[in-house]
């Protein structure tokens, strides 16, 4: 069965600092690959998305992720938070050609003015 | 505001009655999704449309749930005989048929809050 785990729940940093969020998923064949953020108050929203190419992507609001396909992983990285970076963020994965995603629980994060 | 509409935002209820719930999705997109989310998790895939056909269905969609789209616009989705564990936030998400579905984006709903009694 499919699956998304995200390593870290919640996650606490200071401005500037950067930022890595774990994400592993189990599939068998060849998926596409989402982050999604909710910001307090606000709907989900797409911060980025792979597909093929390059595995490094990059999304909006400066943020990356990295698909490392031997390690079935997409990594969510940022080099320098911001406090209005305070949110939720989700990694979410669909088999290609499918239509159902599979969301991981999600990392609160809170950024420290 | 273009956005993915949802109604009610909140809807309170009493276990053993029916609920329904609306969703309008971005008038271009063809694509319809319904998930649901409780605390501490992520969005839970119940079902998906194309247009007016439910291409894809969780096994939690049987039985006290269904879901229609009726004319390919906007979606329905009913809970008979509603249960404690139903509580949960109930997200629709919208996509358009630029590409196959799963390298669209899907623009989500504000979701409506399901609190049983």
């Known amino acids: 069965a499919q699956s998304v785990s995200q390593h870290n729940h919640h996650v606490i940093l200071s401005e500037a600092a950067s930022l890595e969020l774990g994400c592993n998923y189990s599939?068998?064949?060849?998926?596409?690959l989402f982050w999604y953020v909710q910001y307090p108050g606000q709907h989900l929203q797409l911060l980025l998305k792979?597909?093929?190419?390059?595995?490094l992507v990059k999304g909006i609001k400066g943020f990356e992720a990295e698909f490392i396909k031997s390690k079935f992983s997409f990594n969510l990285r940022k080099p320098s938070v911001q406090w209005s970076d305070t949110a939720e963020y989700f990694c979410a994965v669909t088999p290609t050609g499918g239509f159902k995603t599979i969301f991981g629980a999600g990392t609160r994060l809170f950024v420290k003015a | 505001d273009t956005g993915v509409s949802q109604d009610p935002r909140h809807k309170i209820t009493k276990r053993g009655q029916n609920v329904t719930f609306r969703c309008d999705p971005i008038s271009e997109h063809n694509r319809l999704y319904w998930y649901r989310q409780t605390l501490g998790q992520g969005p839970e895939f119940l079902t998906y449309?194309?247009?007016?056909?439910?291409?894809?269905k969780s096994r939690l969609l049987s039985d006290r749930f269904s879901a229609e789209r009726p004319k390919g616009s906007f979606s329905t989705l009913e809970i008979q005989r509603t249960e404690q564990g139903d509580s949960a936030m109930y997200l629709c998400a919208s996509s358009p048929d630029l590409l196959a579905a799963s390298y669209n984006e899907q623009f989500f709903g504000p979701g409506t809050r399901l609190t049983v009694l």
């Open positions: 599939y068998g064949g060849t998926v596409n």
């Open positions: 449309f194309q247009n007016e056909a439910q291409l894809e």
């Open positions: 792979y597909f093929s190419g390059d595995p």
